[in-house]
């Protein structure tokens, strides 16, 4: 049976399965319509029939499809001027014409006006689903080329390291049990503590779930996006719709199509995007900027932020009702210092993946420079911990990593922490901080022997004595 048009449901797909490829036919005769209709369907294809060039036109600017096939003659207006509308207004369609024999030259130059391919109106039925589909297959191709033309200046995807303690064991059992299900997931944690890699994962288990590893995975950070380009981002625009729009633009929804959108820190969307982006979950589809049609979508959402959701609703800075659409199963990630027992796994993983991309031996680390890692408090979390492997691997020639290889403000973050102060004061107690610090150690490896302790240090035994009477040191004397 043929699907009659209805573009208010055009984009409420079942996001568990992919969407069907949407066909429309073009054909004054009721009989090859009903004809390529019948053999579309069998194929899988969702159908739509029209009489004629206007029609079909005013169809598109409604509703979105994948492939049009267009009958060369019809009345009032010919197959030839509707492919060059067609082209022009959605160049994202494309069109498989139909004609006779006779009107080859004519298909010789549709074909240079953009259509993707013809066939003859005496068609064998699995010539019409293998050119059609092929057309359909055309179309996927080229906007997965557009994404990743736009995303590739981005890091190629990074691996997840299996926690070892309680906290992130819970959350990978329920990463495998939600991976396969088409719901919505919200990651709650600080900046930093690996929100993108787990919403990576839950994409892999889900393509997995699938038996289609190339399923796309689209990140958006919306935080560092400026915020007039945000929805043109999302959403897409069509040619002129503003200034500087000069071709038409494929959003982030439509480029995750079939795969998984991830929306980083989506607290700080504004409150008019918001709508859209409630409507964009509700009704699956979109509107792109300057258009006039919904586009259906079928993406697997998953968002982020580290900001409590809940109070910016109480405050007003974010919609409940959006809140409730996201916050279907939500995943609190723990900061670093609630897992410290997976630093060394994150510390060999780190070695070894900036080893490679600097394209050096994989360096050892001492059991004492671990330890010291595993004391610090890590308030940039993995991407802190990450940042500062990367700087020891690119920097440290020696075949192992020591302590002495490791920052000063992980031996000394109460100095660091003093010279955070402003002006000429912080700076004083920042250095009167490190000289506690520094003298104090030593003292404790001499026994607090002041002499000893002053030969160590380089300095004459008074000036010790007047260092640790200004520092406040005190302490029993052991020099003989």
């Known amino acids: 049976m043929v699907a ?28 090859m319509r009903t004809n ?27 509703a979105s499809v994948d492939v049009v096939l267009l009958d060369i003659q019809m009345p009032e207006m010919s197959g030839m001027e509707v492919l060059e509308r067609i082209k022009k ?61 736009e995303e590739v200046a981005r890091t190629a995807p990074g691996e997840m390291v299996e926690g070892k303690g309680r906290a992130m064991k819970e959350v990978q059992e329920l990463v495998n049990k939600i991976g396969p299900l088409p719901a919505t997931v919200l990651l709650e944690g600080e900046s930093g503590t690996g929100k993108e890699l787990l919403a990576r994962k839950l994409h892999h288990v889900w ?69 859209k982006i409630l409507r964009a979950i509700q009704e699956r589809e979109v509107e792109r ?21 809940q109070e910016a609703v109480r405050k007003g800075e974010f919609r409940e009702d959006l809140f409730y659409r996201i916050n279907v199963i939500p995943i609190r990630l723990p900061p670093l210092r609630e897992r410290i027992e997976d630093v060394p ?15 050096r031996p994989v360096p050892g680390i001492t059991e004492e420079a671990l330890d010291l890692l595993c004391r610090c408090s890590w308030p940039g979390n993995i991407r802190e911990l990450e940042n500062i492997i990367e700087r020891l691997v690119a920097v440290v020639e020696d075949p192992v990593i020591e302590e ?52 160590e240090l380089g300095i004459g035994y008074s000036t010790l004595k007047k260092k640790l009477k200004r520092l406040g040191l005190s302490g029993t004397d052991n020099a003989p």
């Open 4 to 31: 009659h048009v209805d573009t208010a449901g055009a984009g409420k797909q079942n996001c568990g399965r992919p969407r069907p490829p949407r066909a429309l036919v073009v054909d004054d005769d009721e009989g």
């Open 36 to 62: 390529m209709s019948l053999v579309l369907e069998s194929g899988g294809f969702d159908v739509f029939e029209v009489v004629d060039g206007p029609s079909a036109l005013e169809w598109l600017e409604r």
């Open 89 to 149: 207004s959605f160049c994202d369609v494309e069109v498989v014409m139909v004609t006779v024999l006779k009107e080859i030259p004519t298909v010789v130059e549709a074909m240079k006006l953009g259509a993707f391919d013809f066939v003859i109106k005496d068609f064998r039925p699995s010539e019409l689903l293998h050119k059609v589909g092929h057309a359909v297959e055309h179309r996927r191709t080229v906007r997965k080329v557009a994404w990743l033309e």
């Open 207 to 275: 393509c997995h779930s699938r038996g289609d590893e190339k399923l796309p995975f689209v990140p958006v950070n919306l935080a560092a996006m400026p915020a007039d380009l945000v929805e043109s981002t999302l959403f897409g625009h069509e040619k002129g719709a503003f200034t500087g729009a000069t071709g038409q633009h494929y959003g982030k929804f439509e480029h995750a199509d079939g795969g998984t959108l991830f929306l980083d820190e989506i607290g700080e969307l504004r409150l008019d995007l918001q709508t």
């Open 289 to 309: 900027v300057g258009g006039k049609r919904p586009i259906p979508v079928d993406v697997r959402l998953v968002v982020a932020t580290n900001i409590d959701l």
């Open 345 to 359: 796994a994150l510390v060999r993983h780190f070695l070894h993946r900036h080893a490679r991309r600097f394209n």
């Open 404 to 455: 002495s290889h490791l920052p000063l403000e992980l031996c000394y973050p109460r100095f660091f922490e003093c010279g955070r102060r402003r002006g000429s004061e912080g700076l004083s107690s920042a250095m009167e901080a490190f000289q506690r610090s520094f003298i104090s150690s030593v003292l404790d490896r001499t026994g607090w022997n002041r002499k000893a302790a002053a030969e």
